[in-house]
């Protein structure tokens, strides 16, 4: 997950001294001496005002090593890592007794360590160099990010919606809505169903959402008996946060504008042409088409027109067909339309008996939201 924006970002981050979320800065290197030459030219710019200690999240490149890749997210509190994560790690056969043993003592070393400079996991010599390597990457683009910003970024406020992550027991897929560099709310708009599924996400979902809201970051709890669905939100959590930073980037390189708007997440430059021409961010207005979403049927795709930062039509331009199909999306497809004007949004009942037909409307007209900043 390379973050390729080249300006500073606003990240979703917990931290007890800073108040929300805060702005990107700088973070020191590891100790060796040649970091300790490059930390001194850094903490002379600080002081000649360049930029304070970073604060974000920022994930290394995976590396690969003999048993599988590993890469590692980091999150940084002025200047200082408070929370390292494996997003992945060797799987399968003797490797998960291993990475279970490993993982969790390598990311305690990197936050005691505030480096990359930690000791092998006996047993766990590849997956140890693998992670110390990610970590160091995570860290150069810590220092990146923080070099290239100065000054004051706007607060990010708007709605991202994820990337859908599968499970075991099917695709998980998570939005949130931010303001002002706080999430506001957190739901999913895709999640496990059927049998035991309705019964176990039913329970854990909300738990999830709620704790999300609570705590401020991916850093969340697992819900017992809900673990792969706890995994897939946070994986599905962590793409909205990259998101929003992302989108915090674009609004720098603008000058802050996404940021003025109640829902700007990721403005279309339609949307300024629809404006009454006085201060502040225009409402979006065009036309906007969500990604193709495959279903079990066939792809759904979805159309949404919208004025002064309203649906005003929404149209399937593609729709699983043949057979019981037609029959299937003639019926629904109108409902789906009706429902998404009258919600303004993707939050919308699925029709009885299109089931699939219904997830694949909704994720794709969440694509065309977010593509209008609506």
Do not use: W
């Not at 990010?156 to 994820?162: A, D, I």
């Not at 992302?246 to 404006?275: I, K, L, N």
């Not at 065009?286 to 049927?297: L, N």
Request: charged content about 15%.
């Amino acid at each position: 997950m390379k973050k390729s924006h080249p300006l500073r970002r606003v990240v979703l981050a917990t931290a007890a001294t800073v108040s929300g979320i805060v702005l990107l800065l700088t973070l020191k290197p590891d100790s060796d001496p040649d970091s300790q030459a490059a930390g001194a030219a850094q903490q002379g710019a600080a002081q000649a005002g360049a930029a304070a200690a970073a604060t974000g999240t920022y994930t290394g490149d995976a590396v690969d090593t003999q048993y599988g890749p590993v890469q590692v997210r980091v999150t940084l509190a002025a200047g200082k890592i408070t929370q390292a994560d494996a997003v992945q790690a060797p799987k399968g056969g003797q490797s998960d007794q291993i990475t279970a043993n490993a993982v969790p003592k390598l990311n305690q070393a990197a936050v005691a360590a505030g480096s990359a400079n930690i000791d092998t996991v006996s047993g766990a010599t590849y997956t140890t160099e693998g992670y110390k390597k990610s970590l160091q990457s995570a860290i150069d683009k810590a220092n990146a990010g923080a070099s290239q910003g100065a000054g004051d970024a706007a607060p990010v406020t708007g709605v991202f919606t994820g990337d859908a992550a599968d499970t075991e027991y099917g695709a998980i897929q998570v939005r949130i809505t931010v303001k002002d560099n706080r999430i506001t709310k957190s739901e999913t708009v895709r999640q496990p169903k059927g049998g035991q599924s309705d019964q176990i996400t039913g329970k854990a979902v909300p738990k999830l959402n709620k704790d999300v809201v609570a705590k401020q970051s991916v850093q969340i709890d697992t819900v017992s008996g809900a673990t792969y669905t706890t995994e897939g939100y946070k994986k599905s959590l962590q793409s909205a946060i990259d998101k929003a930073n992302a989108g915090a980037g674009a609004a720098q390189e603008a000058g802050g504008q996404a940021s003025q708007s109640p829902e700007a997440g990721a403005q279309d430059p339609g949307a300024e042409q629809g404006g009454d021409g006085g201060s502040g961010a225009a409402q979006a207005s065009g036309t906007f088409t969500g990604d193709a979403v495959q279903t079990d049927y066939g792809p759904v795709q979805v159309r949404i027109t919208v004025a002064g930062g309203k649906i005003t039509k929404s149209e399937a331009v593609q729709q699983p067909k043949g057979g019981q199909s037609d029959q299937i999306t003639g019926n629904a497809i109108p409902k789906l339309n009706q429902a998404a004007v009258a919600a303004g949004s993707a939050d919308i009942d699925a029709v009885s008996g299109a089931t699939y037909t219904s997830g694949g409307y909704k994720e794709s007209l969440q694509s065309a939201l977010d593509q209008a900043g609506v």
